[in-house]
């Protein structure tokens, strides 16, 4: 059997045209990604996910959603839950961490509830990325804690909680966004921190969960690391920092190919990004052109990627909780109660 493209793609809107169909059909994507842009009812939205998986004719094929509370959320009420940002469960850790990390947990769990009842199996959370003083507004509120441990535990019991209502965690943005002062959706950061303090700090997050099966990089130059290429498409970034010092072994997918952050035609960065390491070529914005450009770019999924796909598949059915939906209403009370001010 082959393997699909070695690429995640978005949509236009919240329904497919007839080109987006037969484009889809013939590139065969890994998965897809979904925004703002694609959501409109519970019933409409749903219905995007199954012509989606239809396109590719594989019913497991992942359909990623960013969806972390606070100000990045795609499924918005009244038809779903607003969620609290991370920055108020770092605040509940700080007073009480086994308070935090419980609310963490039964939020993500809350979260999960809310991708899955629209088909998506894919949460694109936690956010290991550590706040600093000159963390841009991009990432703000998005990270727990200003330092690693709190960090690292928070995301721990996020993604526990996404997995055990059966959907994939993402830990982002690999080897950690913190230092960025610009907006990598606008401008490439440059980030002049040591490699030593970098390893002290910044990667600690990630190196604590790297067992976690996806993980998405971050659009950053380290000039410790190598002063001439982001992360992203950096052969000697992921080799040496996310496959060697943070030993990650799992799913890599790009940042979002059409960020400012990254030089060059849109295939150019695709081939960049999969030659440097990464497994899979995210592009987010649904433009044909873009898509058609990466998409001869990027070929099947290498033996590697096809490995670590399928044993995340293995370790998210590990993972989930066979009580399934049993507790949620009660996960809702809960959550409510340890953090009354969010309301």
């Known amino acids: 059997m082959s393997r699909p493209s070695a690429a995640i793609f978005g949509c236009a809107g919240p329904d497919l045209t007839s080109e987006e169909r037969a484009f889809f059909r013939d590139v065969d994507p890994l998965g897809f990604i979904l925004f703002a842009r694609n959501v409109d009812t519970p019933e409409r939205t749903r219905r995007l996910v199954d012509d989606l998986r239809s396109c590719v004719a594989r019913a497991d094929a992942p359909v990623l959603i960013d969806q972390e509370g606070g100000r990045v959320a795609r499924l918005r009420p009244p038809a779903w839950r607003k969620a609290p940002p991370a920055r108020l469960l770092g605040a509940l850790y700080a007073r009480d961490p086994e308070r935090g990390l419980e609310a963490a947990r039964l939020n993500s769990r809350l979260l999960a509830a809310d991708v899955a009842s629209v088909g998506c199996d894919v949460d694109c959370l936690p956010v290991l990325d550590i706040a600093f003083p000159e963390t841009h507004a991009v990432i703000g509120d998005r ?20 997995l055990a209502e059966g959907v994939m965690p993402v830990i982002k ?171």
């Not at 990270?143 to 996404?162: H, S, W």
């Open 143 to 162: 990270a727990y804690a200003d330092r690693p441990e709190p960090v690292a535990a928070l995301g721990r019991a996020a993604a526990e909680g996404l």
């Open 173 to 343: 943005h690999i080897p950690g966004h913190g230092r960025a002062t610009v907006d990598s959706h606008e401008a490439l950061p440059r980030v002049s921190a040591s490699r030593d303090l970098l390893e002290r700090t910044d990667f600690v997050p990630f190196q604590l969960l790297a067992d976690l099966p996806w993980a998405m990089t971050g659009h950053l130059l380290f000039e410790a690391i190598d002063p001439a290429a982001c992360i992203t498409v950096s052969a000697r970034g992921v080799r040496e920092v996310i496959r060697g010092h943070i030993g990650f072994d799992g799913l890599l997918l790009s940042d979002d190919l059409s960020m400012q952050a990254l030089g060059g035609s849109l295939g150019e960065r695709a081939s960049r990004a999969l030659a440097a390491g990464c497994d899979v070529a995210l592009h987010c914005n649904g433009r044909m052109n873009e898509m058609t450009e990466i998409a001869a770019q990027t070929g099947p999924m290498t033996e590697a990627a096809g490995r670590r796909f399928d044993a995340g598949r293995s370790f998210l059915a590990r993972h989930r909780d066979p009580a399934g939906k049993a507790g949620l209403a009660d996960a809702g009370r809960r959550l409510q109660a340890l953090l009354p001010e969010w309301g």
